[in-house]
């Protein structure tokens, strides 16, 4: 809609045009002059209306709303919008207005000031129309094709950590599992799309999936972030901006038996993270484990909730709080070497999930539960090498972490990564330590990643079921290893599931 449309409506009746995915400043003109003065020496009129956040669906609070007079530049008025985003003018003089406004929302999506002309008049109400583009303008005329609604566009600055300037030549990596059928199967790719920035630092990256969770990261030489999930909402549109550090990659040695030790790679710096964790009711968290995903040492709060995490890498990072009987809080940070970055959690407890009785009168048990009840019976795969576990059991059987219930399976290890998370561990064919290939919902997904754990993957309270092999060999075809040198983990959420929690033993009557 062209911002230079007007709306003329009867006096004292709003405008009920809404516009989807853009900002709207309605604004109605009264006439302020006196009825009782014949000719009174500037017609004078009252600007009321309100700016509205369509993207964000509310009105913009705090907004600057300036008016500029045509002909003279030198004239204007400034009102701030309230907390329903209305502002007014008493008295403007009859002419030619220009209008716009200012708020951090504009910066956020890297937008220039809308600007609208108002006709101002003592002869009835006039309705000015002023919008930015929406979400879908935006994506189509920066990705420069038609705008398909399932999908979006991750856009922002890089910057150097160093100096604070634009990271010109940074590169932003974005991934994220993509399902796709092979020879009537289903199974998922890990669709990667690599971008890089301009002379200013800007960054593109179009056709990722909407409403969905990415994994992102930016590196410009030896500088890079910490491995992000960005979250892309509906609408599809997000601006994100990254900060670039330099990093010590340090080897950490894993003990895994008496006899046997593995060293994994993690980044360290001089940054520093302090904080307190508290409950919704504001209580203090003791024995909470805060740790910089893939870098620094982790962290327990003490009696009182506070914490300290030390030597963690700078930049663009993600930090995260965990506590047993709570779900555990991410949260994204911009770290500096040689500072001290200060925050807070606030942990909800765990909610207690009845898992959903079988009731069979009128009603098929879905077909991935008969799967998974046939193979249980059969004592887990074609083999009888597995185990098999419910949700139930699971739950019971961990403290944290959904590979916590791994633990005591005989050939599998539940290896502690440098203290903040837990790498599971097979045996190979020739006796070597292997990683197990892992599927979740019968769909395999990628493990080589150290900061891609089994934990990631699904969080303990949806959990419906799990099958472990720890060989190869005992596995299902459908759930094998495809090099045939590692065992597999099979997890089944509550979703795929739809709520039916499976049984060893076939009800009487089936």
């Given at each position: ?12 009746v ?13 604004v109605?003109v ?9 000719d ?31 002909s003279?530049?030198?004239v ?5 919008t309230?907390s329903?985003?209305?502002?007014r ?33 003592v ?11 929406s ?7 920066r990705?420069?094709?038609p ?50 920035t ?7 990256a ?10 992102a990261?930016?590196?410009r ?22 900060t670039?550090?330099?990093a010590e ?17 993690v980044?360290?710096?001089?940054a ?48 995260e ?10 949260q994204?940070?911009e770290?500096r ?18 898992d959903?009785?079988?009731v ?7 077909t991935?539960?008969t799967?998974?009840e046939?193979r ?23 403290t944290?972490?959904v590979?916590?219930a791994?633990?005591a ?7 502690p990564?440098?203290?903040f ?9 020739h006796g070597?330590?292997c990683?197990?290939?892992v599927?979740?919902?019968g ?24 099958e ?7 596995a ?20 795929r ?14």
């Amino acid at each position: 809609m062209k911002s230079g449309r007007k709306w003329v409506g009867r006096p004292g009746v709003p405008c009920q045009a809404a516009i989807r995915g853009a900002f709207l400043l309605a604004v109605v003109v009264t006439t302020a002059a006196s009825a009782q003065d014949p000719d009174p020496p500037v017609a004078l009129a009252r600007v009321t209306g309100t700016v509205f956040d369509s993207v964000a669906n509310r009105p913009l609070s705090g907004a600057l709303v300036r008016v500029i007079l045509a002909s003279d530049r030198t004239v204007g008025k400034s009102a701030t919008t309230d907390s329903a985003g209305r502002f007014r003018y008493d008295s403007l003089a009859a002419g030619t207005w220009l209008a716009s406004f200012a708020h951090p929302v504009l910066d956020s999506l890297a937008l220039d000031p809308p600007i609208a002309r108002i006709d101002v008049r003592v002869d009835g109400p006039v309705v000015p129309l002023l919008a930015t583009p929406s979400a879908a303008t935006i994506i189509g005329g920066r990705c420069g094709v038609p705008v398909d609604p399932e999908l979006g566009l991750l856009y922002g600055v890089v910057r150097s950590a160093r100096d604070e300037l634009a990271a010109q030549g940074a590169s932003v990596s974005v991934e994220w599992p993509e399902w796709v059928i092979k020879k009537r199967t289903f199974s998922t790719e890990l669709m990667r799309r690599v971008v890089r920035t301009d002379s200013g630092g800007h960054f593109v990256a179009c056709g990722v999936p909407a409403n969905s969770t990415l994994r992102a990261l930016a590196w410009r030489e030896g500088d890079s972030t910490g491995v992000l999930a960005v979250q892309l909402p509906p609408s599809g549109l997000l601006r994100q901006d990254f900060t670039v550090a330099p990093a010590e990659l340090v080897a950490v040695e894993v003990v895994i038996d008496s006899a046997t030790r593995e060293r994994v790679m993690v980044r360290r710096g001089a940054a520093e993270v302090t904080g307190r964790i508290t409950d919704v009711q504001g209580r203090p968290i003791p024995q909470a484990i805060v740790r910089v995903l893939g870098s620094g040492v982790p962290a327990r709060s003490g009696s009182e909730g506070a914490f300290r995490v030390e030597r963690a890498a700078a930049g663009t990072q993600t930090v995260e709080a965990r506590a047993i009987g709570f779900e555990p809080v991410r949260q994204t940070v911009e770290l500096r070497d040689g500072e001290t970055h200060a925050m807070s959690f606030t942990l909800s407890p765990q909610l207690v999930r009845l898992d959903t009785v079988r009731v069979m009168a009128g009603r098929t048990v879905p077909t991935a539960v008969t799967d998974f009840e046939r193979r249980w019976r059969g004592g887990g795969g074609g083999g009888g090498g597995g185990v098999m576990m419910s949700g139930t059991t699971v739950r019971e059987r961990a403290t944290i972490f959904v590979t916590d219930a791994l633990r005591a399976i005989n050939g599998v290890r539940a290896v502690p990564i440098g203290g903040f998370c837990q790498r599971i561990l097979m045996k190979g064919i020739h006796g070597e330590n292997c990683s197990p290939v892992v599927y979740v919902d019968g769909v395999r997904v990628p493990t080589d990643d150290v900061n891609l754990v089994v934990d990631d993957f699904l969080p303990l309270s949806e959990v419906a079921g799990l099958e472990v092999y720890a060989r190869s060999a005992h596995a299902p075809p459908q759930f094998s290893d495809p090099g045939g040198g590692c065992g597999s983990v099979v997890v089944w959420s509550k979703s795929r599931f739809e709520g039916v929690e499976p049984r060893r033993a076939a009800p009487a009557g089936r």
